[in-house]
């Protein structure tokens, strides 16, 4: 988009399960994995400016008080401004990556971001009996941690699949 002579780069984010997803209270700035796509869309189109825009299709909108959509409402805008020092990091974490497939060396399995792995199957199969214990006690730990519900369950639910495929393989 051109806006005021300069070019800034649009990026759409649907939120669907719930309006509260994109309240003020809940939804305080874009999310990180989102500005790291635009980081890097900004190295790959030459554009700095990026509007991240949640748009909330929850059904509650349709029918909310103006004081409820005031607090609630159901599309937010947030402004990243992508530095060069921004653009760095990001390739260096890049570089680390290319590193760690040349030499062999994953990064540790990173539960918090087990939903959105696209390898689930490749990873439990490919942990050792110690990095399997490491997780295991990661879980148990994290289990009596004072963490949500749901965030516990997901560890959970993660943990035994990477049990029931090492037990399988």
Not at 24 to 30: A, E, G, K, N, V
Not at 123 to 130: G, I, N, R
Request: hydrophobic fraction near 35%; aromatic fraction near 12%; include cysteine.
């Amino acid at each position: 988009m051109k806006y005021e002579g300069k070019k800034v780069g649009l990026e759409v984010k649907s939120k669907q399960t719930t309006c509260a997803q994109t309240s003020l209270y809940t939804m305080q700035d874009s999310k990180e994995d989102h500005e790291k796509q635009v980081i890097t869309y900004s190295i790959l189109y030459d554009v700095n400016i990026w509007l991240i825009t949640y748009v909330n299709a929850s059904k509650k909108a349709w029918s909310m008080t103006e004081e409820e959509f005031e607090k609630t409402p159901d599309i937010r805008v947030f402004e990243v401004n992508v530095t060069e020092e921004m653009k760095n990091t990001l390739l260096d974490k890049f570089a680390d990556i290319v590193k760690r497939v040349r030499k062999n060396d994953p990064p540790k399995l990173d539960l918090s971001k087990w939903t959105f792995n696209n390898f689930k199957t490749a990873c439990a199969k490919d942990l050792s009996e110690e990095e399997y214990q490491e997780v295991k006690d990661e879980v148990q730990q994290f289990l009596r941690g004072n963490y949500p519900g749901w965030l516990k369950d997901s560890y959970l639910k993660a943990f035994e699949f990477i049990k029931e495929v090492r037990e399988v393989s």
